[in-house]
């Protein structure tokens, strides 16, 4: 089946840096990936839809000089959380689909990001 | 909003019983997706069923939708330990943009007990 891979898993750092979050479809072209972004027991909230070579939608009330999302090739797309503060502590996840009405959009494992 | 409802919120049940999930919505849509997250991970996908269709089976999964009632259901048969997981039902959209999209519903906690 379709492979996603996000790194890192998990990121520790302080408040005022800015982390880099990967997402790569690897065995796939990815025409459009998502990121989400995902607090505990709930669901999942759509921050913004990158296509490939085009600049990403946001969703309402997402930042996007906060959350940079570059989406370069058919297999890669990064999320950089700029000047991380503790209320962007939160598990962010992406996924990615090939071009078509209905196809299934594949996720990755997700990052888990702590700012202290 | 337009986020789906789940129902119920929390399931428990013993291996071997059925496991009934519900989702409701409130837009048109374009199909209707289910996912499953375990703890911690990403989600994996489960099941698509198109807006035109009512009924989709794959192995011990059927979902059933009925877009007159903008409602839905995920019914695992003979379940097992393993899959105890979250549930997501995501409605597949297309937004003002043109862009595919998926919109979550809030998720059923399924626990199945050995």
């Known amino acids: 089946g379709a492979v996603v891979s996000q790194h890192p898993s998990r990121v520790i750092c302080k408040s005022g840096t800015s982390v880099k979050i990967e997402c790569r479809s690897l065995?796939?072209?990815?025409?459009?990936m998502f990121w989400y972004r995902q607090f505990p027991k709930q669901s999942l909230m759509l921050m913004a839809t990158?296509?490939?070579?085009?600049?990403?939608?946001?969703e309402q009330g997402v930042e996007k000089d906060k959350f940079l999302i570059n989406h370069a090739s058919l297999t890669l797309s990064t999320l950089t959380v700029t000047s991380a503060h503790p209320e962007d502590s939160s598990f962010y996840i992406c996924s990615a689909r090939s071009l078509g009405l209905d196809q299934p959009q594949h996720f990755g494992d997700g990052t888990r990001l702590s700012i202290l | 909003s337009q986020q789906g409802e789940e129902d119920p919120q929390a399931l428990s049940i013993q291996e071997g019983e059925n496991a009934t999930m519900n989702c409701s919505y409130k837009t048109s849509i374009n199909n209707l997706q289910w996912y499953r997250q375990n703890s911690g991970r990403g989600l994996v996908h489960l099941i698509l069923i198109r807006s035109n269709e009512r009924e989709k089976h794959s192995g011990r999964l059927r979902v059933t939708l009925d877009t007159s009632k903008k409602s839905s259901s995920l019914l695992i048969t003979a379940s097992r330990a393993a899959d105890t997981a979250s549930y997501f039902c995501a409605t597949g959209t297309t937004s003002e943009t043109g862009f595919q999209k998926l919109v979550f519903g809030t998720g059923t906690r399924l626990l199945v007990s050995p």
């Open positions: 990158s296509n490939e070579g085009s600049k990403a939608t946001y």
């Open positions: 065995d796939f072209q990815a025409t459009t």
